[in-house]
């Protein structure tokens, strides 16, 4: 079986088994602190497209990019996207990832959740 089939078949369940989340919204003075993502650990709500510097010291390289996007095709959802140098990771609801460089440290993340109006995601380092 090719590998976007898994990977199709394997969220697909997910999304059926795992619960809704209710994702709870940012107030509008609650702007995102990115700058304490630098060392690989935050958890923010984002609304649009952000990205934030990290320490190329320790990940191997220095800006990550998160975005929210319709992926359609075999998903017909909305995902996550987290884009560093050359790799990119598009996760919907619930999922874990992570990018890793020049075989340094990985930087992993999780969807906490997906609404209408954005996403939640956590940067555990």
């Given at each position: ?20 989340v209710a994702?709870v ?26 990205s ?44 874990r ?29």
């Amino acid at each position: 079986m090719h590998r976007m089939a898994i990977t199709a078949l394997t969220l697909a369940c997910a999304v059926v088994v795992t619960p809704a989340v209710a994702a709870v919204p940012a107030t509008a003075t609650a702007k995102p602190a990115y700058r304490g993502c630098y060392d690989g650990k935050c958890h923010f709500t984002f609304s649009k497209s952000v990205s934030f510097r990290i320490s190329k010291k320790r990940y191997g390289f220095s800006r990550v990019y998160v975005s929210k996007k319709f992926v359609g095709g075999m998903f017909n959802t909305d995902m996550v996207v987290v884009r560093g140098p050359g790799m990119t990771s598009s996760l919907g609801e619930g999922a874990r990832g992570g990018l890793r460089a020049n075989g340094k440290n990985t930087l992993s993340f999780r969807v906490v959740a997906i609404t209408s109006q954005g996403a939640t995601i956590r940067f555990t380092g």
